[in-house]
């Protein structure tokens, strides 16, 4: 009985620094995919805003500012029929965390913060915003969920 749980124990002990590895080999991934992505984003939306639309999928949300927009098409005539025409976004941090999905195949979630300069405005105005990505091919991946928020105060 001893030897079991000695074997048992250190199983699980080997299974856990296999894990911990694992983690600690793709430690950075998501960081270097999220850093690509907002410098993708964001150079889309103050040049081409219209292009966005490649970024989203049937299934995508997106919540701005409490208003919630369902689908790539609608999502992309909001993002087209903002109030402006040129703006230009400052990025002041960008977060991120993998995310697990139903499947196996993970996620990523970003964070981003900064500001926003429209043209003709003396003073930018401060926003968060949330990604989802998920990834859909070896390298590639789309926004499932975002949320847009300016910050005032």
Do not use: W
């Not at 976004?89 to 981003?112: E, K, L, M, R």
């Not at 915003?129 to 910050?151: A, D, K, Y």
Request: aromatic share 14%.
């Amino acid at each position: 009985m001893f030897i079991f749980l000695f074997s048992f124990a250190k199983n699980i002990f080997n299974f856990i620094l296999e894990i911990s590895t694992m983690a600690e080999t793709n430690k950075g991934m998501e960081e270097e995919v999220a850093s690509a992505f907002v410098n993708h984003y964001y150079h889309l939306f103050d040049n081409d805003r219209s292009s966005l639309s490649t970024l989203y999928n049937a299934t995508s949300l997106l919540t701005f500012e409490g208003q919630k927009i369902y689908g790539v098409e609608d999502i992309s005539n909001k993002l087209k029929q903002l109030p402006f025409d040129q703006c230009r976004h400052s990025i002041s941090t960008v977060d991120s965390q993998p995310s697990s999905i139903a499947g196996g195949c993970g996620g990523i979630i970003v964070f981003v913060s900064g500001s926003l300069q429209l043209h003709g405005e003396d003073h930018p105005l401060r926003f968060s915003q949330t990604f989802h990505l998920i990834p859909v091919l070896q390298g590639s991946f789309f926004v499932q969920n975002e949320m847009f928020r300016l910050n005032y105060g």
